[in-house]
């Protein structure tokens, strides 16, 4: 297995566990700390970055040649889409009709996802092209993780701050990549001047290097 799906399935079972804790059972019709998405809601969009993994290598895998990381986030169109615009209520609307199933449900079928995973990841080649479900696009299955890792990181700690639990510490294997592909984007957002002065120089910090 490679490190990266050795890497997804630690930031997996990080996000089951945060998924399970009584708080967020305990908080699910209650809004969250995004806009216009209740707790439930927020713990089932987590808990499909799981579950996208498993059905998209249930897929045959796509025509073309992959792309690459950036070339996937040239593509999506949920950057820098307003609040209401059509992807991001699609979105919402997704994750709050699965929430509705209740946190058992989303917990149980998320451990499914994984113990499907554990097996699979180990024996799909190094080669492996995916379509990943924000468009008709090849990417490599272990870009496709990393992809995954991000969001799981991201909204591990939007669901944790919903509840009023600490973010989940996620270990270095699973950070580095978010890390670099985060990074990534912020320059090509913010340029790297903006992005230098952020991490070094307080007195000359831009107001955000926010990658999105």
């Not at 997804?8 to 804790?21: M, N, V």
């Not at 019709?29 to 993994?53: C, I, N, T």
């Not at 996802?113 to 699979?120: P, V």
């Not at 870009?143 to 600490?166: K, Q, W, Y």
Request: hydrophobic residues 45%; charged residues 20%.
């Amino acid at each position: 297995m490679t490190p990266v799906r050795a890497a997804f399935l630690t930031a997996a079972d990080s996000a089951a566990t945060l998924i399970a804790e009584p708080s967020v059972a305990a908080a699910w019709a209650r809004p969250s700390a995004l806009a216009e998405m209740s707790v439930g809601a927020l713990a089932a969009h987590l808990g499909a970055q799981v579950q996208f993994a498993a059905t998209t290598l249930d897929q045959a895998p796509p025509e073309g040649e992959p792309v690459g990381l950036l070339g996937h986030y040239e593509r999506v169109t949920w950057i820098g889409a307003d609040l209401e615009a059509e992807v991001n209520v699609t979105i919402r609307g997704n994750a709050e009709r699965t929430g509705a199933q209740g946190a058992d449900e989303i917990g149980r079928e998320v451990r499914d996802a994984i113990d499907r995973l554990r097996d699979r990841l180990d024996v799909e080649p190094p080669g492996r092209t995916v379509s990943p479900p924000a468009g008709p696009w090849a990417l490599t299955l272990d870009d496709f993780l990393i992809t995954r890792m991000m969001e799981i990181a991201v909204h591990s700690d939007d669901l944790a701050c919903s509840v009023g639990v600490d973010t989940p510490e996620l270990p270095g294997a699973v950070l580095r990549p978010v890390f670099e592909l985060l990074t990534t984007l912020s320059v090509r957002r913010h340029g790297p001047t903006e992005l230098l002065r952020a991490l070094s120089r307080a007195e000359r910090a831009p107001t955000t290097v926010a990658a999105f």
